[in-house]
């Protein structure tokens, strides 16, 4: 099934659904050169999600709020995923990767080893709105070689379900859609879920040791027979016995359903560097004052 696709797909069985657990509403804070934005998943949740480290919800339609942008910062031993729903931001970094994020792409970063990018507006008004993920990278995988890729709108695997939810499948598996990237040790699931006006019933099959959450950015949703309100991440609780989540709404409503597969390593975090030791860190610190990060 191609990103174009539209054709009605029927829901996987789920008989026993997950529940939720907790409803977080995020923290306001500023990153970059002043952008203000919400934290969803703030640090003390890392080992709840694992390996999911942070979730950040921007949006704004004053250019004050997010034009300083995001000027040259490191990274190392995670991934980003930034998910623009509106406005443009451009992409460049020290492995000399560039590229233009704009309505409904994604911009999928591996940090790896090492890499200083910088992710600034290209617009001077209008609405800018998204959402930037960070994902572990298991030990193995820390000191991999940067890798960059951008992906449009168009080129981002979409299906609809028989309820009517429209489903673009970022990452992961859905519908018998896959998405746009596969990643082996963590398995992670990322979708953005389009309810209809009249709303609808969406059912993902998960395996119960993932670690999941639904993130609720327009309407409302319910999770379980519990609501969850607009802004607000509801934490599902992991049972050996649930097989799935479903989520329903009674009107108009989106919603993101991430999920993955724990990668129980021990979490070193410095800012902008996320190892498995203190001496780890140490080490990303040393190598970026030296000028040997990102190259």
């Known amino acids: ?33 002043g952008v203000k934005l919400t934290r969803v998943l703030t640090q003390n949740l890392q080992r709840r999600l694992d390996p999911f480290l942070m979730l950040d919800a921007f949006g704004s339609d004053r250019p004050g709020d997010y034009i300083a942008g995001f000027p040259d910062h490191p990274h190392r031993g995670f991934e980003t995923v930034t998910y623009m729903i509106a406005g443009r931001m451009r992409h460049r970094d020290s492995a000399g990767h560039e590229g233009l994020l704009e309505n409904g792409g994604v911009q999928w970063m591996t940090a790896g080893r090492g890499v200083i990018h910088s992710e600034m507006p290209e617009q001077e008004a209008g609405v800018m709105e998204g959402f930037q993920l960070w994902l572990n990278l298991p030990g193995r995988d820390k000191m991999q070689p940067p890798w960059y890729r951008d992906f449009r709108a168009a080129d981002l695997p979409r299906y609809t379900s028989a309820a009517g939810v429209a489903v673009t499948v970022i990452a992961g598996t859905s519908g018998g859609v896959t998405g746009a990237v596969t990643r082996q040790a963590a398995a992670p699931l990322y979708l953005d879920l389009h309810f209809p006006d009249g709303g609808a019933r969406f059912v993902q099959p998960l395996p119960a040791d993932h670690n999941a959450f639904v993130y609720v950015y327009r309407g409302t949703a319910e999770v379980g027979g519990q609501p969850v309100p607009v802004q607000r991440m509801a934490i599902l609780a992991n049972e050996p016995q649930a097989d799935g989540v ?44 030296a000028g040997r990060l990102g190259r």
């Open 246 to 289: 479903v989520v329903e709404t009674t009107g108009p409503a989106r919603a993101l359903l991430i999920a993955g597969r724990p990668l129980g390593e021990p979490i070193a975090q410095y800012g902008p560097f996320v190892m498995n030791t203190a001496a780890e860190i140490h080490q990303a610190v040393q190598d970026f004052h």
């Open 1 to 33: 099934m191609t990103a174009a696709s539209c054709g009605a797909v029927a829901d996987a069985p789920v008989h026993r659904p997950r529940r939720i657990e907790q409803v977080i509403a995020g923290q306001p804070t500023s990153d970059g050169a």
